[in-house]
């Protein structure tokens, strides 16, 4: 099994990406790649972060600005939403049918996808299903204790058999000899059962770090071999009493010891967890309208050409479908330690790992090769897991396992070779306890891998390591605080693990537009723009030749020395302050492998290398401002959140007669304060949750784009707009669309922060569940189901 670094898995998708430009929009799309790639991710957040998100491509897909996007990230509720555009654009049609009304009113069905079934037999059917997976839960759970009790009978038993320990004179004539042997043996298999419960404890101890001396373990098998030595006395001694007490029954353990033995390799915990159950509800939510060709679309499929087909249909932008591996062992040769370590584990149709396990090629690598998009999605938001990233508990791991409610999934490590005899041999029970005890390292055959958002919710990270030029970012996740968490955990990792810099401009703070007015319960805006910077990066050194600048060391390892070659790298930090806008300065540092020191005599001369390769790249720009030089791209950064009204809404019929649903939309949020930010405990929407979801993603595309017009009054094609123009957009300030006279809507965000009049403000603010009069919340419910007839 092959592996590969990084920087191989990026050129390759660079590379592929490229001839989608080619094949889509023509050369010259193609050979501007490097510049202006674009990239979108879709946050986290169950259903709520799935319809939002669908709502804004939908908008994004009228101004053909989705096929634009050479990458769409996804996590968790975000991959719901992805894998419906993977699996549809491949249908009759593409993009122009991407979000046709039945497909759009099949989801709007599927809301409360979780229940079990649509009809009574199938949910009866799941239920029984459910209570299956937790009852083999419980038997794995019983596995590993039932075999060391087997094995321990069994040992005896054999022991008892061998001839060389036959002694007749030492035979006791008695009436009851089984009696006498059960008083011998009750002391030692008692002593030899503390041992074992000893032994467990002390796992235990180490697992948790508690600390346990050596010398235990020391003591515990002298204590063992003992006991072990003092049965096999006996064994000899009562060869050939009267054993009723055991009766004949060394066949009957030994073919239950094999049964045993054989479950453990069959029960396999992917297929025994909610993992099944949760794909299936996702697949025919989001997949099943696409029919059986699409709905179970192997991974390895998702970015390939079809056979005589319409390309366009199989080149949907690049999916990176973002999980969490699971770093739980404190111990091992994992270089990120911890209870609560993780790394960034990626499933995309060409390459699958992380940069910590390598890479492999999807298609072909066994447990890759079979993985299908339902699969993928399906742990990229398995939240519910005993190892969860950085929000793992060890208890929690013991009651999780034990209920199995175990969303993740066992997949082959990447940087692990299985045996060519026994390579696909895996006894589960193993895992079953490696989950039990927080046990989980990459030292194993198999990683655990579970919700991308135990480590990173936006989907952003991915974007940035591939150096987007521009990326849009959806956060849909659960947020009714507004503490901006998602969104602060992005940055701090961008900043050490990337050195990227997420700087919002001077009038796009995010807590001061975004986070709603407790006066009104609304924001000024609902998206904020940062520049991308630079401050730190790390390359090697080349010289003339273009060759790496490398130097012989003479390493110790262990007992042995060896003359290694290492390579040189150079560290540095840029600075700058915005009162100097044209001055950047920068700090230049030399670093070779952990342990290992720079030749002194060469370090100038390494140094002046490595500062000649810094000034050329700074020269090269030295025309712009000093932000600008380290500038790698620009993101948009869009939360859900509603905006006031300018105005008093009276709803408005379209030229077709159809009622305009904002304002119904915006009618629950008067009587659900918390909308958009209800809890992602609630996974059960019905049709009005729904669609006021749907819509408000559709508003927030439109408000980002400057639509002068509702979105309900274009039709796909009639403006056809490309990266560059969202990039002077966001960048210039420069519009998309000509100006016109702006027809002002319920979401319509104002320019500038305006005050409300009296009147609007009272009819419009959110409504405290105390101060809420008539109609009640199920009175406005049953009249907006009412006109559920109508759809912009």
């Known amino acids: 099994m092959e592996t590969y670094k990084l920087g191989q898995v990026l050129a390759d998708e660079a590379t592929a990406l490229k001839n989608r430009r080619k094949a889509l929009f023509g050369e010259e799309a193609a050979e501007n790649f490097d510049k202006n790639r674009f990239g979108l991710a879709l946050s986290g957040g169950g259903i709520r972060s799935a319809t939002i998100n669908l709502g804004f491509l939908r908008t994004l897909n009228l101004f053909k600005l989705l096929e634009k996007a050479d990458y769409i990230s996804t996590v968790s509720g975000g991959g719901y939403t992805g894998a419906y555009i993977q699996s549809t654009i491949k249908e009759k049609n593409g993009y122009d049918e991407l979000f046709a009304e039945e497909k759009i009113e099949h989801l709007r069905r599927y809301g409360n996808y979780l229940i079990p079934g649509q009809s009574a037999f199938t949910k009866l059917w799941n239920t029984l299903m459910l209570a299956i997976g937790f009852l083999i839960s419980w038997i794995m759970s019983l596995l590993g204790p039932a075999a060391a009790v087997v094995a321990t009978y069994l040992i005896f038993k054999v022991v008892t058999s061998i001839p060389i320990f036959k002694n007749d004179d030492l035979l006791l004539d008695l009436n009851y000899p089984g009696n006498i042997v059960m008083d011998i043996l009750n002391p030692a298999l008692w002593a030899l059962g503390s041992v074992m419960l000893v032994h467990l404890l002390l796992n235990v101890a180490r697992i948790f770090d508690l600390g346990i001396s050596k010398t235990f373990t020391k003591i515990e098998t002298v204590i063992a071999v003992l006991l072990i030595a003092f049965l096999m006395v006996v064994g000899g001694v009562t060869y050939e009493m009267n054993t009723d007490w055991v009766g004949n029954q060394a066949w009957e353990m030994l073919l239950l010891a094999a049964g045993l033995l054989a479950a453990g390799f069959i029960l396999n915990p992917n297929a025994l967890s909610f993992h099944r159950y949760y794909r299936n509800q996702l697949a025919d939510a989001y997949l099943a309208h696409t029919g059986n060709r699409f709905k179970n679309l192997l991974l390895k499929d998702v970015f390939s050409f079809g056979k005589n087909e319409d390309r366009s249909r199989y080149l949907a932008p690049y999916p990176l479908i973002n999980t969490c591996l699971n770093l739980q062992n404190p111990g091992g040769k994992d270089k990120f330690k911890g209870a609560k370590a993780s790394d960034y584990f990626l499933l ?54 034990l209920f199995n409610a175990r969303l993740g999934f066992w997949v082959n490590n990447p940087d692990v070779k299985p045996s060519k005899l026994f390579g696909h041999l895996v006894w589960w029970p193993s895992y079953f306890f490696k989950e039990l005890l927080s046990n989980i390292g990459t030292t194993n055959r198999k990683l655990n891998i579970s919700d991308g958002g135990h480590i990173e919710n936006l989907a952003v990270y991915e974007l940035l390591r591939r150096q987007c030029r521009l990326i849009i970012a959806v956060d849909a996740g659960a947020d009714p605080k507004s503490s901006f968490a998602d969104l602060e955990n992005l940055a701090i990792r961008a900043r050490n693990e990337l050195g990227i810099e997420i700087r919002f401009r001077p009038d796009q703070d995010p807590v001061d537009i975004i986070r709603p007015r407790p006066s009104s319960g609304y924001a000024r805006k609902r998206f904020a723009i940062a520049d991308l910077l630079k401050i730190w990066e790390e390359f090697n050194i080349y010289n003339e030749k273009g060759e790496p600048v490398t130097f012989k060391k003479t390493v110790k390892t262990g007992k042995k020395e060896e003359v290694k070659t290492i390579k040189l790298e150079a560290l540095v930090n840029y600075f700058y302050h915005p009162s100097q806008p044209d001055l950047l300065k920068y700090r230049l540092d030399l670093k070779a492998e952990r342990g290992v020191d720079l030749p002194e005599a060469d370090y100038d001369r390494y140094y002046q290398q490595a500062k000649k390769i810094v000034d050329d790249k700074l020269l090269a720009c030295a025309h712009l401002p000093a932000m600008e030089r380290i500038k790698t791209g620009t993101l948009v950064y869009i939360k859900s959140s509603v905006t006031p009204p300018r105005k008093i809404f009276v709803p408005e019929y379209t030229s077709k007669g159809q009622k305009n649903l904002q304002f119904d939309t915006f009618k629950y949020k008067i009587y659900h304060p918390a909308f958009p930010h209800e809890s992602t405990a609630d996974q059960f929407f019905d049709p009005v949750q729904w669609e006021s979801y749907f819509q408000l993603g559709q508003s927030i595309a439109a408000d980002i784009l ?55 403000l009272e009819t419009y603010r959110p409504k405290p569940a105390g101060e809420r009069t008539a109609p009640s919340p199920q009175d406005i419910k049953k009249q907006i189901e009412e006109e559920m007839e109508f759809r912009i």
């Open 348 to 401: 995309s149709p060409m390459y699958c790992g992380s940069k910590l396990s390598k890479y492999i090629r999807t298609g072909d690598t066994p447990g890759y090769r079979e993985m299908t998009l339902p699969a993928a999605l399906t742990i990229s938001a398995a939240a519910v897991n005993p190892g969860m990233g950085i929000y793992s508990s060890k208890m929690l791991s013991i009651l999780m396992t």
């Open 706 to 760: 400057g639509t002068p017009k509702p979105v309900s009054e274009f039709r796909r094609g009639d403006n056809d707009l490309d990266i560059d123009d969202l990039i002077k957009w966001f960048d210039k300030d420069q519009p998309l669309f000509r100006k016109e006279e702006k027809i002002e809507g319920v979401f319509d965000a104002p320019e500038k922060p305006v005050e409300m009049e009296e009147e609007a």
